[in-house]
T-cell receptor
Framework: GNSVTQMEGPVTLSEEAFLTINCTYT??????LFWYVQYPGEGLQLLLK?????DKGSNKGFEATYRKETTSFHLEKGSVQVSDSAVYFC??????????FGGGTRLMVKP | NAGVTQTPKFQVLKTGQSMTLQCAQD?????MSWYRQDPGMGLRLIHY???????DQGEVPNGYNVSRSTTEDFPLRLLSAAPSQTSVYFC????????????FGPGTRLTVL
């Protein structure tokens, strides 16, 4: 079956630091990969996605590259802000199925 | 568009009580789903629907019922609430392509005493 593994948090960074949140997956075929973000007290919002190998998704300064050879989709940002503090979820969708989520990684950015 | 709406936002139940969590979307999406969110476990799929009149079980369906009589609405029913169902519940919808964005409601925080 499908599964997604994320690094456990919380991740605590100072403002303007570099961010990496690791995500690896297990799936048959060619899944689409997603990063969702959840701000405090809110639902999930799509941050970025990639639908095939070597695609790079990007949004709001965040990037992630679909690496089929390492089954990874790591999230990166060059300079985080306090407003990026949230929980980040890696997810995949495979052949019409619903999303399979990782456990989430809480990011805390200190001024 | 209101997107995906959920009611209520908060609910406290006693063990054995029943209730329905409401979910509606105005984007004419065929796919709708219910997830529960528990600390450290991400979101787990409870039930989903690929269109009116069609529902199926997800990863954790026990203790929950769903129906889909219209494209817009997808209620989740707890027939006899248990403390293990204390969680935050999210409804979501998307178009028919599997790489379409999934839109989430704001969630319902349920506590079962």
């Amino acid at each position: 079956g499908n599964s997604v593994t994320q690094m456990e948090g919380p991740v605590t960074l100072s403002e303007e630091a570099f961010l990496t949140i690791n995500c690896t997956y297990t799936a048959t075929g060619y899944p689409s990969l997603f990063w969702y973000v959840q701000y405090p007290g809110e639902g999930l919002q799509l941050l970025l996605k990639a639908t095939k190998a070597d695609d790079k998704g990007s949004n709001k300064g965040f990037e992630a590259t679909y690496r089929k050879e390492t089954t990874s989709f790591h999230l990166e940002k060059g300079s985080v802000q306090v407003s990026d503090s949230a929980v980040y979820f890696c997810a995949l969708s495979n052949a019409g199925n619903m999303l399979t989520f990782g456990g989430g990684t809480r990011l805390m950015v200190k001024p | 568009n209101a997107g995906v709406t959920q009611t209520p936002k908060f609910q406290v139940l006693k063990t054995g009580q029943s209730m329905t969590l409401q979910c509606a979307q105005d984007m004419n999406h065929e796919y709708m789903s219910w997830y529960r969110q528990d600390p450290g476990m991400g979101l787990r799929l409870i039930h989903y629907s690929v269109g009116a009149g069609i529902t199926d079980q997800g990863e954790v369906p026990n203790g929950y019922n769903v129906s889909r009589s219209t494209t817009e609405d997808f209620p989740l029913r707890l027939l006899s609430a248990a403390p293990s169902q204390t969680s935050v519940y999210f409804c979501a919808s998307r178009g028919t392509s599997y790489n379409n964005e999934q839109f989430f409601g704001p969630g319902t925080r349920l506590t079962v005493l």
